[in-house]
């Protein structure tokens, strides 16, 4: 059973480009979070979604931001005309659904973004 | 918004030796939660605590959930230098409901054989 599957692993774009960072939830979860990490932080919450649905978006940034969880295919965390503040791990937990424990929710391996 | 302060920020110790580490919080948690994160990889959950005052252990690491809900400690005994790592504590309001959680800013370990 592979676990949570996030690509690319390391990601650079320009000034200006947008970034498409994909996460593969486990098998059977239905539910996905994504994470930002910057260097020598803790993970801060963007985003929890479920299929075609977006339940909390409390933690994205306003503008350029965006997420889907689609019916088929992985979920996807979008960054328009990205700027160098953007660098940082994006990681992605995926879970069972509502009212499961944290035992059972997993992370990725994270997508490393920079933006030069 | 709500702060999870992680004390200290970094530990140098021997193989061997004990380690104890903290989380505290200006606000109520129903859920706390240890991980630890490798380089370049993402965080793995080691201890899960959700009830105050519960003391759960996992082989050498055990956790305490505060009875005041507004902090956790991790302790690791008899260390070896696969612990090396950041370990992070997170907090939950949804009791486990959700997995939006509320990270600390880490504490690097570093073990010398």
């Known amino acids: 059973n592979a676990g949570v599957m996030q690509n690319p692993r390391h990601l650079v774009r320009r000034r200006g480009q947008e970034a498409r960072l994909r996460c593969s939830p486990m098998?059977?979860?239905?539910?996905v979070y994504w994470y930002r990490q910057l260097p020598e932080e803790g993970l801060k919450f963007m985003v929890y979604l479920q299929k075609e649905n977006i339940i909390d978006e409390s933690g994205m940034p306003k503008e350029r931001f965006s997420a889907e969880f689609p019916k088929e295919g992985p979920s996807i965390l979008r960054i328009q005309q990205v700027v160098r503040g953007d660098s940082a791990a994006y990681f992605c937990?995926?879970?069972?659904?509502?009212?499961?424990?944290?035992?059972?929710?997993?992370f990725g391996q994270g997508t490393r973004l920079t933006v030069v | 918004g709500q702060q999870l302060n992680q004390s200290p920020q970094s530990m140098f110790i021997q193989e061997g030796e004990d380690v104890s580490m903290n989380c505290t919080s200006s606000s109520i948690f129903n859920t706390w939660l240890w991980y630890k994160q490798d380089p370049g990889e993402g965080p793995v959950l080691l201890i899960a605590l959700y009830k105050a005052g519960e003391l759960t252990s996992n082989g050498r690491l055990t956790a305490q959930f505060g009875i005041t809900r507004k902090d956790s400690f991790l302790n690791i005994s008899a260390s070896i230098p696969s612990d090396v790592g950041i370990y992070f504590c997170a907090g939950d309001n949804y009791g486990g409901a959700t997995n939006k959680l509320i990270f600390g800013t880490g504490t690097l370990l570093a073990v010398q054989p």
């Open positions: 098998k059977g979860h239905s539910h």
């Open positions: 937990a995926s879970s069972p659904g509502i009212g499961t424990l944290n035992t059972e929710a997993f």
